[in-house]
């Protein structure tokens, strides 16, 4: 997503139980405008009673004074399909041989359904103008949508994209995947947060560490056989997460996949999507022609 340096938004969650901690900055200049990496500042908010606290995280073993790096794993493309070129992709994901996409830019956001092998845009839902559109899951038959800074959360019926409810969240929202037990939602800090399903109250959240520093600017998740995958903005890798202690146990570099898109700052990679049935993985980025089925090799 674009963003600038902004200042904490983060307040009382409004049907979450606040938490300990700040909240990224993470908003937006206008649509095409290029901005500085946003900070996640550090300002706390009051602690709430019986707030949730991350588990203890273990911190790497050293050698010296650098923690020992989590290996790096490489690519090998399998397949190319097309990608609409103007989709701003948030959220991504496969079910039921079909993609779905959440894309973002204000008075340009949807909900769509894709046919993978075409690209074709097979339905579409558009957000209203004042809305960003962010991360994307599905649950049962419902589609979950985030926005960026309004703090609102759309529910959709997944076959007919009609909108069935609405939900509110005390930070920003950037990324969003699901466990099978929680929604885990990214919003552009180091944290992780897990949500119940039904009623969208925070239940706990992780810091997530790369040995003990931060990883801060968690962006476009999905949850792949036990671990929470995570575009990190404006880089082009993938951390591999440990969601029960906020550890990166992995990293996928996905160096020179788009090539052709450098010339464009906002078309950052942004987008996975798994294949649970098939064992198959998805990547694009936002406003690439392309989306890629990709092997990881070590």
């Known amino acids: 997503m674009i963003k600038q340096r902004a200042s ?33 500042s550090s300002t706390p908010i009051a602690a709430p009673i019986a707030s949730p606290s991350p588990p203890s995280a273990p911190v790497a073993s050293r050698s010296g004074s650098e923690a020992m790096a989590p290996p790096v794993y490489g690519y090998r493309v399998l397949q190319t399909y097309p990608h609409d070129p103007e989709a701003f992709t948030q ?11 959440g894309t973002g830019l204000w008075g340009r956001s949807s909900l769509r359904r894709v046919t993978l092998v075409t690209g074709e845009v097979q339905q579409q839902h558009n957000l209203a103008n004042r809305y960003f559109g962010e991360g994307l899951t599905l649950w049962g038959d419902r589609l979950i949508q985030l926005t960026w800074r309004s703090g609102q959360g759309f529910v959709y019926d997944r076959a007919s994209f009609e909108l069935l409810q609405t939900f509110q969240y005390g930070t920003e929202g950037w990324g969003l995947t699901q466990d ?51 575009n990190v903005w404006l880089e082009t890798r993938i951390a591999r997460i440990d969601p029960a202690t906020g550890q990166v146990l992995a990293w996928v570099d996905l160096t020179g996949l788009e090539p052709t898109v450098r010339a464009n700052p906002d078309a950052v990679l942004n987008g996975i999507a798994y294949d649970a049935e098939a064992d198959r993985l998805f990547v694009t980025g936002k406003l690439w022609p392309r989306l890629y089925e990709i092997e990881v090799v070590e």
């Open 8 to 40: 904490l938004i983060c307040g009382i969650w409004m049907l979450w139980m606040p938490l300990l901690g700040g909240c990224a900055a993470n908003s937006s200049p206008p649509p095409g405008a290029l901005a500085p990496a946003a900070e996640p």
């Open 91 to 101: 959220g991504l994901l496969f079910h039921d041989g079909e993609l779905y996409e």
């Open 180 to 230: 099978g037990q929680s929604l885990i939602l990214s919003d552009g800090s180091d944290r992780l947060y897990f949500l119940d399903p039904d009623t969208f109250e925070l239940r706990r959240f992780v810091v997530v560490r790369e040995g003990d520093r931060p990883l801060q600017r968690l962006n476009e998740l999905e949850y792949i056989n036990g671990e929470v995958w995570a």
